[in-house]
């Protein structure tokens, strides 16, 4: 991405929004016979962003109204998506009905906001269409019983890039979003999936989740210790989220997996493993490896390494144990992060090849 110095990061609009925001032009030509363009709504924060149409369709019985989701800045996988809603006059006294089309996924696991059998539209953007269809029906003398039906054309395959199918959500993405709106780089989605990976774990009884930097340290923790699926939570740089999650949420066990260079930020106190936002201290590195006896000199080397990989190398060639002890240390902040929550932890550091470099107690 490039933009200007000194400009700000554009933000954008949820899945969420747009899904009500289709809902409301749909609606309004269902009961009017024609579509606003633009179409405005309220979001739950009182703003009003308004949003053009891309797709306009009007039957006797049914309308279809979609809109390009538009994440800003913003690094989502669902930026450009076409967001979709076909709405039609329920039976009297159902309410709203939500369906899922194509591209929306349905949930089969327990442990999301939702049960098992209902598309994977996330509760705050129920209310959000709900809302959406109680104004217009107040507007123009309708009622709010509606059969809506939301599809992302391509959501399936995008979904394949999200944490969905482990989630147990299965055809397709979900539609999310609390507030309405995306912040650049604020990374909720990510961290809301955690989340929801730690519920799902919940719901199916398990005793035993590993919290995973990247792909190499989730396969290999997978391998070491004989993990489902379902037990694997993709981390990433947010080690803070996933632990303040089981503070909240505790499971028995918790297994923290990753290279070295990432398990060293936790061990040194960082919550946000991000490279652009906290960065491996190798003098801090090369102090430990002194505290193991490690000599002068390798510790010097250690010192003036271009890598933390680099500094790994060097103790493991003088038969440091680096590794270890920087799991330890890595152990001992997830553990002041619970704060006495009842989680077992543990730490399993690995190298690019999956090979353990380091483990700790636990």
């Known amino acids: 991405m490039v933009r200007r110095p ?59 109204a979609a809109i390009v989701k538009d994440a800003g800045d913003d690094p989502d996988v669902t930026h450009g998506a076409l967001i979709v809603a076909t709405l039609q006059k329920g039976a009297a ?43 217009v029906a107040r507007a123009l003398g309708g009622t709010e019983d509606v059969d809506v039906e939301i599809a992302v054309p391509g959501g399936e395959a995008i979904a394949r890039k999200t944490w969905n199918p482990r989630l147990g959500i299965v055809g397709g993405i979900s539609i999310l979003g609390t507030t309405g709106v995306v912040i650049p780089y604020s990374c909720s989605a990510w961290i809301h999936s955690i989340q929801r990976g730690v519920d799902v774990a919940r719901a199916a009884g398990l005793s035993h989740v590993a919290g995973s930097t990247g792909s190499t340290s989730e396969r290999a923790v997978q391998g070491l210790l004989k993990l489902p699926d379902t037990a694997l939570l993709d981390m990433g740089d947010f080690a803070g989220g996933l632990l303040k999650y089981l503070r909240r949420h505790p499971l028995p066990r918790l297994t923290i997996a990753g290279g070295f260079g990432k398990i060293a930020k936790l061990a040194q106190g960082h919550l946000d493993l991000h490279s652009g936002r906290s960065q491996v201290d190798r003098k801090w590195v090369a102090e430990r490896m002194r505290e193991l006896g490690a000599d002068d000199w390798i510790v010097a080397k250690a010192e ?12 493991r060639a003088c038969d440091c144990p680096i ?27 690995f190298d690019r090849n999956g090979v353990l470099v380091g483990k700790s107690d636990g």
Do not use: H, Q
């Not at 925001?21 to 739950?44: G, H, M």
């Not at 591209?103 to 959406?132: C, D, H, S, Y």
């Not at 590794?323 to 550091?349: C, F, N, Q």
């Open 6 to 64: 000194g400009t700000a990061l554009r933000r954008g609009w949820t899945t969420g929004a747009c899904a009500a925001a289709a809902s409301k032009a749909a609606y309004t030509a269902l009961l009017s016979r024609s579509f606003p363009d633009p179409v405005t709504i309220t979001l739950p924060g009182g703003e009003t962003p308004a949003f053009a149409l891309a797709r306009e369709e009007l039957r006797d019985d049914r309308a279809c």
């Open 93 to 135: 006294g159902s309410g709203v009905v939500f369906r899922a089309g194509e591209g929306v996924g349905t949930i089969t696991k327990p442990g999301l906001p939702l049960p098992p059998g209902e598309p994977a539209i996330n509760p705050k953007p129920r209310e959000m269409i709900r809302a959406a269809i109680a104004e």
């Open 304 to 315: 003036a390494a271009n890598s933390a990989l680099e500094a790994l190398e060097l103790a």
């Open 323 to 349: 590794g270890d002890l920087i799991a330890s240390r890595a152990r001992a902040v997830a553990l002041g992060v619970l704060e006495g929550a009842p989680v077992a932890v543990d730490v399993a550091i």
